[in-house]
């Protein structure tokens, strides 16, 4: 999967997700949205423990070759250089702690789920996906340096919908996201999403409005 940079998607992917959800929405009367967003949280204690770790790092090291640096032994003006060395490691340590990988690396997978699953819950809001009708809305998000695939729905659907439903539609997702293939990692987990939609909401013979847009959002 992608390490946390938000891709440019082509117009021709793009209309290839639109198509997917317009077909999809044939099938059933509830509203699929795929969302992509570039990172689900801003970890700031990744940093400070990044930080913390290279400020210790070189302090260790400043200590263990002490007499390197003082050939003639301590002077108060070398806490003043220890002090100084600690911090500009630390706030390099910082810094470094904004990258995915760091993220990854110092972030539990139960701390990155919360933040998903809260992007989720906030994008759901924030793009309308709760304002149909009939509460049928579902939200298909991934999120690139979590490197996880989230699945809400609205109430109606929470009702039929399963968690194992949904970790269906995640798996599927997944498979072709591994593959290096995104777009037809939603494409895919959309046409799930479908089949499963369209046993406890199936789309009115005459009556089956397009609510919310087709096209895939994408979040920084």
């Given at each position: 999967?992608?390490?946390?940079?938000?891709?440019?998607?082509?117009?021709?992917?793009?209309?290839?997700?639109?198509?997917?959800?317009?077909?999809?929405?044939?099938?059933?009367?509830?509203?699929?949205?795929?969302?992509?967003?570039?990172?689900?949280g801003l970890y700031r204690e990744a940093q400070h423990r990044a930080g913390l770790l290279v400020a210790l790092f070189i302090l260790t090291a400043l200590l263990t070759?002490?007499?390197?640096?003082?050939?003639?032994?301590?002077?108060?003006?070398?806490?003043?250089?220890?002090?100084?060395?600690?911090?500009?490691?630390?706030?390099?340590?910082?810094?470094?702690?904004?990258?995915?990988?760091?993220?990854?690396?110092?972030?539990?997978?139960?701390?990155?789920?919360?933040?998903?699953?809260?992007?989720?819950?906030?994008?759901?809001?924030?793009?309308?996906?709760?304002?149909?009708?009939?509460?049928?809305?579902?939200?298909?998000?991934?999120?690139?340096?979590?490197?996880?695939?989230?699945?809400?729905?609205?109430?109606?659907?929470?009702?039929?919908?399963?968690?194992?439903?949904?970790?269906?539609?995640?798996?599927?997702?997944?498979?072709?996201?591994?593959?290096?293939?995104?777009?037809?990692?939603?494409?895919?987990?959309?046409?799930?999403?479908?089949?499963?939609?369209?046993?406890?909401?199936?789309?009115?013979?005459?009556?089956?409005?397009?609510?919310?847009?087709?096209?895939?959002?994408?979040?920084?």
């Amino acid at each position: 999967m992608a390490t946390g940079k938000l891709p440019a998607l082509t117009k021709e992917e793009r209309a290839r997700v639109e198509a997917a959800v317009h077909a999809a929405e044939q099938h059933t009367s509830a509203e699929i949205v795929p969302m992509i967003v570039r990172q689900s949280g801003l970890y700031r204690e990744a940093q400070h423990r990044a930080g913390l770790l290279v400020a210790l790092f070189i302090l260790t090291a400043l200590l263990t070759i002490e007499t390197a640096w003082l050939p003639w032994g301590w002077h108060g003006a070398n806490a003043l250089w220890l002090l100084t060395a600690t911090a500009l490691a630390y706030l390099f340590g910082a810094w470094s702690g904004t990258w995915p990988l760091i993220i990854r690396l110092l972030t539990s997978h139960k701390r990155m789920r919360q933040k998903v699953q809260l992007r989720a819950e906030l994008a759901f809001a924030q793009h309308g996906v709760a304002r149909t009708r009939e509460q049928t809305g579902l939200l298909l998000m991934v999120s690139l340096l979590e490197r996880q695939v989230h699945v809400l729905a609205d109430r109606s659907l929470g009702d039929h919908m399963s968690g194992a439903q949904r970790q269906d539609v995640v798996a599927v997702v997944v498979e072709r996201i591994k593959a290096d293939d995104l777009v037809g990692g939603l494409c895919r987990g959309i046409e799930a999403s479908a089949v499963h939609l369209a046993r406890c909401c199936p789309s009115g013979e005459s009556d089956n409005p397009n609510e919310l847009s087709n096209d895939v959002i994408q979040d920084p």
